[in-house]
């Protein structure tokens, strides 16, 4: 069994790279121990949005009377149901995959892979242990939760986003550990559904890696929701005493306790690379991340690591355009490298966020003189017409050439607005280009065009 390519692992980033390879005339095999499609889209991204829909319908809902529509009767959630729905979500685009892999005629080999050197793959399952050959092998394996020796997950009382997925009883209290986009997207989801939530975060903002004008509006978005907030504050541990949780942290009112039904841990991921097989080809490992060369080449000649295996973004996106770099260079086509400076983040809260190129802090930490143009919803038509006011845009522009350095965006559509400033950023595009470019009325999207004409000192309506 003697393949053109073997990839290991059929995330956004594994099905992909198999995919483009087999357009381009190669042989593929995908070896997955797990359903296909991966954590991304059968325990991440793909089931938590379906869940996060839920939580809006349930929010609009709730507030159609300031629409003018009445709801006979109490509008109530069903957890249950909802958690249904979205593994049926999760399930359909699972079956999705498949389906691609069957047209590109991809064989499936299902089972655990690991590198057996000379290219060759050994591959475990319940049926037993075969061995398959490729010229190139593609590691794709992802990551998991990270567990803390102060926090183990036992799946119960410390959760990690997995168990909280399904969550068919809904707890009193959650406290939630880490406010990145996953702790942040579930802090949101089970406070709309009626939990007393609390979020820990060790850094000194909200969702720490955005911009602080974004950490505020979203701070000030979840305590509106009563989400409690606890920044510049460490979990030092968790126990369980009699059924409860017993948070033990650390911040600026000193050391105390809180009591939760549940903690969901979600201080990070761990890569999944036990077991591939990397030591004995003398592939090397820094700080959890498997170390490649500008090609995704790892030190054994023919193996190629990409997406959260690697030391990049940890992003679905990130994953997939790695994989068509990665696939295009091995059939010698010279593909353009990941601009890793222009990766656009979404987080699906409500109000959303989205987020692409450099903070304000950033580039003025860079170097960079910087002007900036900020638009709020307050200001836009068509977010008071819809009745989501909460927001606003923001655009950074290097003050020496009028160019884009980034994009932050706060409200309801923002996770596909995101697209227009990642474009334009990464074609160079200026704030007079953009303050320039006609864009519909009333849209939620007028507010990037408003915001470049702000930067620019001329904002019409604000």
Not at 105 to 122: F, H, N, P
Not at 318 to 341: F, R
Not at 357 to 379: I, N, R, S
């Amino acid at each position: 069994m003697k393949y053109d390519i073997i990839v290991i692992g059929s995330g956004p980033g594994g099905y992909v790279a198999a995919i483009r390879a087999a357009q381009l005339g190669k042989s593929v095999a995908v070896v997955e121990r797990a359903e296909l499609g991966g954590t991304c889209l059968n325990w991440g991204c793909i089931p938590t949005k379906a869940l996060l829909k839920s939580a809006q319908v349930l929010h609009y809902a709730q507030s159609a009377a300031s629409y003018g529509i009445d709801i006979v009767g109490e509008v109530k959630a069903d957890p249950s149901k909802i958690v249904d729905r979205s593994r049926t979500v999760a399930e359909t685009m699972s079956k999705g995959v498949n389906f691609l892999m069957g047209k590109n005629k991809i064989e499936i080999i299902k089972g655990e892979g690991s590198l057996a050197g000379d290219g060759k793959v050994t591959v475990r399952s319940a049926e037993g242990e075969q061995t398959v050959e490729a010229d190139s092998i593609i590691l794709a394996t992802g990551a998991r939760p990270r567990e803390m020796p102060f926090m183990p997950i036992d799946g119960k009382y410390v959760i990690s986003s997995k168990e909280a997925l399904v969550l068919k009883e809904l707890p009193e209290t959650m406290v939630v550990c880490g406010s990145g986009a996953i702790g942040s997207e579930f802090a949101y989801l089970y406070a709309s559904l009626g939990v007393k939530v609390t979020v820990v975060e060790i850094a000194p903002n909200l969702m720490p890696l955005e911009d602080e004008d974004v950490s505020k509006a979203m701070e000030r978005a979840f305590r509106k929701m009563r989400i409690g907030v606890m920044t510049s504050t460490a979990v030092k541990g968790v126990s369980v005493v009699d059924g409860k949780c017993a948070v033990e942290v650390e911040g600026k009112k000193g050391a105390e306790t809180l009591s939760a039904d549940v903690v969901l841990s979600a201080v990070g991921i761990k890569t999944n690379i036990e077991g591939l097989g990397l030591e004995a080809l003398g592939i090397e490992v820094e700080r959890d991340k498997i170390k490649v060369d500008g090609s995704f080449q790892t030190a054994a000649k023919g193996v190629y690591a990409i997406g959260d295996l690697i030391a990049t973004p940890a992003l679905a996106h990130v994953a997939s355009a790695e994989a068509i770099a990665c696939v295009e260079g091995i059939c010698g086509l010279n593909p353009d490298p990941v601009d890793y400076t222009t990766i656009p983040s979404c987080v699906y809260t409500s109000p959303e966020v989205a987020s692409v190129g450099m903070t304000e802090k950033q580039a003025v930490e860079a170097g960079y003189t910087v002007k900036v143009g900020k638009f709020p919803y307050t200001a836009s038509g068509k977010a008071t017409a819809a009745g989501d006011r909460d927001g606003f845009v923001k655009l950074v522009f290097n003050a020496e050439d009028d160019k884009l350095l980034g994009a932050h965006f706060v409200g309801a559509g923002v996770t596909e607005m995101i697209a227009e400033p990642t474009i334009a950023k990464a074609m160079g595009a200026s704030a007079h280009t953009i303050a320039r470019t006609i864009h519909s009325h009333p849209t939620m999207n007028e507010a990037v065009m408003e915001a470049a004409e702000a930067a620019m000192g001329c904002a019409i309506h604000m």
